[in-house]
């Protein structure tokens, strides 16, 4: 069974940076879309980013330019880099794995525990 730790989270300052990490263990992800997710109270699951099993990588609108998705196959990890912060992008983000394409909140997805990133202004 897949598991998924992510982590990075925390309390800026708008304009600040941070980044997250998501740590696979317990399984095989060959062939998965791995990405991250954010939901604040009251809004829809989002799809922030993503990386297809073949490399490529989606960016949703509001956070291009400014957060960077990478990975590190030896260690099993994916990060999301994220600069420029705004209040907006508050919200508790999930890391998230998946044999089909990544596209909307699955229960059907592995997922991690969550990780709140808190801007303030």
């Known amino acids: 069974e897949v598991q998924l730790v992510d982590t990075g989270g925390g309390s800026v300052q708008a304009g600040q940076s941070l980044r997250l990490s998501c740590t696979a263990s317990?399984?095989?992800?060959?062939?998965?879309?791995m990405g991250w997710f954010r939901q604040s109270p009251g809004d829809e699951c989002e799809l922030v980013s993503s990386l297809t099993w073949d490399g490529s990588k989606y960016y949703a609108d509001s956070v291009k330019g400014r957060f960077t998705l990478s990975s590190d196959n030896a260690k099993n990890t994916l990060y999301l880099q994220m600069n420029s912060l705004k209040p907006e992008d508050t919200a508790m983000y999930y890391c998230?794995?998946?044999?089909?394409?990544?596209?909307?909140?699955?229960?059907?997805?592995?997922w991690g525990q969550g990780t709140q990133v808190t801007v303030s202004s």
């Open positions: 998230a794995a998946s044999p089909s394409a990544l596209v909307y909140c699955s229960a059907n997805y592995y």
């Open positions: 317990g399984g095989t992800l060959d062939g998965s879309d």
